[in-house]
Structure formats: structure tokens, C-alpha cells
């Protein structure tokens, strides 16, 4: 079995180590030449960051379970608390329950005000 595996589809992790490198705060790669700052900036559009620039915010998310007998569809409403790669957490002021939700069943966000959203997100083509 070949333990030196390496994969250059992921940026920011070292050759030698499989360690994920951090420098300044942003992910290094091996290669700077092939994962520079403009691989860093495309990432930046995610969900997850538009929802993490939303945090504290009142919104209603929208998932389908296509799966699930009872939950076919089903709605979240709670403040954002916080959001990762493939999930996302709100509480719910009414109830007090917090809800861990995944992103693969999330189909859209509902907001009663103006959504935060940065130009810094837009690459020029």
C-alpha cells in the first residue's frame, strides 16, 4: 500500500506530512504557483461564508429529505449561530431548541431583511 499518497486537487495540505499548512491565517499549498490567492478567493463565495457574514440574523431555511416518509420537506427558522463546509447552526428564540442542520439537504435561505453579502466575493472576469 502506498503510505506517501498525495492528492493535488487540496490545497494547503504538505506532501511530505499530509498536515494542512497555516500561514497568516490562510491555507498554504505546495505549489504556490497552482493554489494562489485565486484559488482562496473562489472558495470565499461558499454558503458558509455568506451565512457566517449573516450571523445573528433571523432566517428561514428551506430542506428536503428526499429519503424521509415524514420530513419530506421541512423548515428551520432560528438566528444563525454559525456555519461550517456542510452544516449549519441556528437557535430558536421561541423555543430555545438549537438545530444542527446539513448543508447536503439545504435547498434555500429565507431572510426578512437585507442579506450581508461582500463584493470581495466577486472574481473579475
Same mark, same amino acid.
Given at each position: 500500500? =502506498?503510505? #506517501?499518497? !498525495?492528492?493535488?486537487?487540496?490545497?494547503? %495540505?504538505? *506532501?511530505?506530512?499530509? @498536515?494542512?499548512?497555516?500561514?497568516?491565517?490562510?491555507?498554504?499549498?505546495? =505549489?504556490? #504557483?497552482? !493554489?494562489?490567492?485565486?484559488?482562496?478567493? %473562489?472558495? *470565499?463565495?461558499?454558503? @458558509?461564508?455568506?451565512?457566517?457574514?449573516?450571523?445573528?440574523?433571523?432566517?428561514?431555511?428551506?430542506?428536503?429529505?428526499?429519503?424521509?416518509?415524514?420530513?419530506?420537506?421541512?423548515?428551520?427558522?432560528?438566528?444563525?449561530?454559525?456555519?461550517?463546509?456542510?452544516?449549519?447552526?441556528?437557535?430558536?428564540?421561541?423555543?430555545?431548541?438549537?438545530?444542527?442542520?446539513?448543508?447536503?439537504?439545504?435547498?434555500?435561505?429565507?431572510?426578512?431583511?437585507?442579506?450581508?453579502?461582500?463584493?470581495?466575493?466577486?472574481?473579475?472576469?
Amino acid at each position: 500500500m =502506498n503510505t #506517501n499518497y !498525495y492528492n493535488p486537487t487540496y490545497p494547503g %495540505i504538505n *506532501q511530505n506530512t499530509m @498536515e494542512k499548512t497555516i500561514t497568516g491565517g490562510n491555507a498554504t499549498s505546495p =505549489n504556490p #504557483n497552482i !493554489y494562489g490567492d485565486q484559488m482562496l478567493n %473562489i472558495e *470565499q463565495s461558499y454558503i @458558509e461564508n455568506i451565512l457566517r457574514l449573516n450571523r445573528g440574523k433571523i432566517a428561514t431555511f428551506y430542506f428536503s429529505f428526499p429519503d424521509s416518509v415524514d420530513w419530506r420537506d421541512k423548515t428551520f427558522t432560528g438566528i444563525i449561530e454559525a456555519a461550517g463546509r456542510d452544516h449549519i447552526i441556528i437557535s430558536d428564540p421561541n423555543t430555545g431548541r438549537w438545530h444542527l442542520l446539513l448543508m447536503i439537504y439545504l435547498n434555500y435561505v429565507d431572510f426578512e431583511e437585507k442579506i450581508n453579502y461582500s463584493d470581495q466575493y466577486y472574481l473579475p472576469r
